[in-house]
């Protein structure tokens, strides 16, 4: 039996919480999205010199005038994250929602996170290093009471997270990953995978082209899934949208959107989150749209 496609979406934190902020939570709530979520960054290639607020203090407010909804980062990395202190907010945010939080995670990038801490840029290799040490760290400090563990790249010293998560074992993984390393870690650890499609096609590509290597990454992980052993139809898989070459294409109708959910469920996507309109910027798009997405898209797919 196929795995019913959810829709979510993403809101920036671009705006003042009484200034529109906390209306975008209420309103994702409102029209029925499956989980929103928001971007784990310092600030934001195009965003980086205009309003950005912190992750886990915007989740945490959306926690408390939401019921439904879940709630998560896409993504957190170790970029500017350290496992111990994560871990602990992260576990004060599921008790604060209730359960509702899911961890968007992956490697990180080069952008303005990478370097903000004042040192330089971590290389891919390194990345992919720290990301495998940084994901089953964290496992263990939200499933154990006390962790101590000497690494290369992060330490615990008797660090307690009681009383846990209220999800257990432990609040969803959903790893962002491309890579065969990253792949690994999405099947050991993951609840969920994420993808934003094959970055190297997103500005010259086709729309066909970005299916397929979608699904050349679905068949890679499941490669990975049957290397140890799992189910990977056990996995969710999420399309974070606005980064194929559709761009934001998918929200100028309705039609446009079922068009483009229907092709990439039939490649196993299991659920896609689209942005929230953000006027005058790369996120722009029709709010009437948008809410119209979210309530009439999923009953037409099926």
Known sequence: MSTPLR????ILPVR????????????????????AYSYDHLSWRS?????????????????????????????????FRHPV?????????????????????????SGFDATALGREAWTPR???????EFVPLLDRLLTEDAVTHRGTHYSADEARNIPGCVQRPRLPFAVAATGPRGMRLAAEYGQAWVTTG???LSEAGTPRQSRDAIRDQIERLGKACADLGRDPDTLDK??????TPDKNDPLRSVDAFVDFA????????????????????VFAADESVYERIATEALPRLG
């Open 7 to 10: 829709l979510s979406t993403v």
């Open 16 to 35: 003042r919480w009484h200034e529109g902020g906390r209306r975008s939570w209420e309103r994702a709530e409102d029209l029925g999205f499956h989980a």
């Open 47 to 79: 965003f980086r010199d205009t309003t950005w607020f912190g992750a886990i203090p915007t989740l945490t407010a959306a926690a408390t005038v939401t019921e439904r909804l879940r709630l998560g980062t896409l993504v957190t990395s170790p970029n």
């Open 85 to 109: 202190t994560l871990a602990k907010e992260l576990i004060t945010l599921d008790d604060i929602s209730g359960g509702r939080l899911t961890l968007g995670i992956g490697a990180g990038g």
């Open 126 to 132: 390194e990345r992919a290093d720290r990301f495998a």
């Open 198 to 200: 094959d970055p190297r």
């Open 238 to 243: 999420v399309l974070l949208t606005g980064f």
């Open 262 to 281: 229907g092709r990439h469920a039939e490649l196993g996507i299991t659920e896609i989150v689209v942005h929230e309109p953000v006027p005058g910027t």
